[in-house]
């Protein structure tokens, strides 16, 4: 018998009446012959709610009250799903994550998992339940209640699928698949039918929110085949693969935009060794992530640095350089707001020089100014001015053709 893991997110279990209709699915699934194992998210809202709550209390909540609190978005949803699945006349148990076992580090508010149990799942399979999980949560070697990080319930079901070596993990979201571009800002966007798990990373860590970032990792990593599709109809959805065939012809195969992006400038940073380990690491120790830095010398033949950082993590990364550069005699820094960054992502990349000149075609011909450049293999990154991002996504997909039905097209 093959086992399936479907996970259910927010929009999916919002009221009695979806809870249903995911009732319905699962027992159809399970009426086919296989064994079923549901990860559940809480209803749409109920997180924000609960850290609203929170915050409402204390600025600067305790880390394992938060997730005791955060948690309980998932243990409600899970209940009602699995008393929804008995109505249909189908044998099903919910469990949160400390009954299934899900064991993570005690980094509360965005825990890793480090193991999950297949025991009592897999006793409760072979009574012939329907085993319903509470997404987003585990719990530390102490016992204490943890969450993933938001988001986390993709990453909860494809853990579970890996551990439980189930056949696929079918992610149902409130889109009905992955696009080429978000399709609220490119109309013309084109659902995929699949995309490559290395393609998929960059498109989900560039801001494409289908799915959380961590998911996409454990699926290459235990090598789970994922698939992304809606609750709401019987389409077929998006296949997560680690190949495919026939790739060398598409070049670019999705656009993303990140928002809220800020860049901090230092001015003559001084020209040697353990000078940018010293600046970068201040910032990491404060958890800030770093997407581009660029270094360049001025005209003097100084060094000066540039960065991106999320607009939210502004004030952490500020201390963190006014500290590092104490001393080494810079000249200082600025910090300048309101930008964006557009990627253009594909596995075709490697072997086409020109993808790059095309985009900055692309984004010159509509009078787009870009800012800042990095490239990796399989993805090439314009920082823009905010309020030009969404025309310089329409722009990029525009010129690679990813709209139309044949795939993209390069001049390259
Ligand atoms: N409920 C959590 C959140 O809203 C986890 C999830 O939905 O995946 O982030
Ligand atoms: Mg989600």
Known sequence: MSLIVQKYGGTSVANADR???????????????????????????????????????????????????????????????????????CPSVSMTGFQVGILTDSAHTKARIIDISTEKVLEELHKGQIVVIAG??????????????????????????AALKAHRCEIYTDVDGVYTADPRI?????????????????????????????????????????????????????????ETQNME?????????????????????????????RIFGAIAKKNVDVDM???????????????????????????????????????????????????????????HPGVAAQMFEALAANKINIEMISTSEIKISCLVKEDQGEQAVRAVHESFQLGEPSGAATSA
Do not use: W
Not at 136 to 161: E, K, M
């Open 136 to 161: 987003f949560q585990g719990v530390d070697i102490t016992g204490n209640i943890t969450t993933l990080g938001r988001g986390g319930s993709d990453t909860s079901a494809v853990a579970v699928a």
């Open 186 to 242: 490119v109309p013309s966007a084109r659902k995929l039918n699949t995309i490559r798990a290395d393609e998929m990373l960059e498109l989900a860590g560039l801001g494409a929110k289908v799915l959380q970032l961590r998911s996409v990792e454990f699926a290459s990593k235990y090598n789970v085949p994922l698939e992304v599709l809606t609750s709401f109809s019987d389409e077929p959805g998006t296949l997560i693969v680690q």
């Open 19 to 89: 809870l249903r209709n995911v009732a319905r699915r699962v027992c159809r699934t399970k009426a086919m012959g296989h064994d079923v194992v549901v990860v559940a998210s809480a209803a749409a809202g109920t997180t924000d709610k609960l850290i609203a709550m929170a915050h409402e209390i204390s600025n600067d909540p305790h880390g394992r009250e938060y997730d005791m609190l955060v948690s309980t978005g998932e243990q409600i949803s899970v209940a009602l799903l699995a008393m929804a699945i008995q109505e249909l006349g």
């Open 293 to 351: 830095i660029v270094q360049a010398k001025n005209r003097e033949g100084e060094p000066d640095m540039s960065f991106t950082v999320s607009k939210l993590e502004l004030k952490k990364t500020e201390q963190a350089v006014n500290e590092a550069i104490k001393g080494l005699g810079s000249s200082g820094m600025t910090i300048e707001e309101g930008f964006a960054k557009v990627s253009a992502v594909g596995i075709g990349m490697r072997g």
């Open 249 to 277: 012809e598409i070049v670019v195969t999705g656009v993303a935009l990140v928002k809220n992006q800020a860049r901090v400038n230092i001015f003559n940073v001084p020209d040697r060794p353990g000078v940018a380990a």
